[in-house]
């Protein structure tokens, strides 16, 4: 049984940055395909930042340029860097893991684990 637990989210002041933390437990970390997505009510959840199981990195349009996806495989840890955050980047932000590469990863159904969630906040 695989467990995604996230961290650090919080309110920031647009252009602020916030760090993201997801920690895994239960398979072997550098195998699987782990990514970041976000949700606001009465929306689809967005794929935002996925890293696959070879280390090959891709990101959802509006955050190209400003976050960084990446993970520490000693401490079972995946992290989302967000700098330049925006007033839409505002919502709850969801660790996803998944035990193969899906052939698309921005859809939540190509992801078989999610964490609870954790907000971000970026007051327009």
């Known amino acids: 049984q695989v467990q995604l637990v996230e961290s650090g989210g919080g309110s920031v002041q647009a252009g602020g940055s916030l760090r993201l933390s997801c920690v895994r437990s239960?398979?072997?970390?550098?195998?699987?395909?782990m990514a970041w997505f976000r949700q606001v009510p009465g929306k689809e959840r967005e794929g935002v930042a996925v890293?696959?199981?070879?280390?090959?990195?891709a990101y959802g349009d509006s955050v190209k340029g400003r976050f960084t996806i990446s993970r520490d495989s000693t401490k079972n840890t995946l992290y989302l860097q967000m700098d330049n955050l925006k007033p839409e980047d505002t919502g709850m932000y969801y660790c996803a893991a998944n035990p193969s590469n899906p052939l698309s990863w921005n859809q939540r159904r190509a992801f078989a684990f999610w964490g609870q969630g954790t907000q971000v906040i970026v007051p327009s």
């Open positions: 239960g398979a072997t970390f550098s195998r699987y395909c």
């Open positions: 890293i696959y199981g070879g280390g090959t990195k």
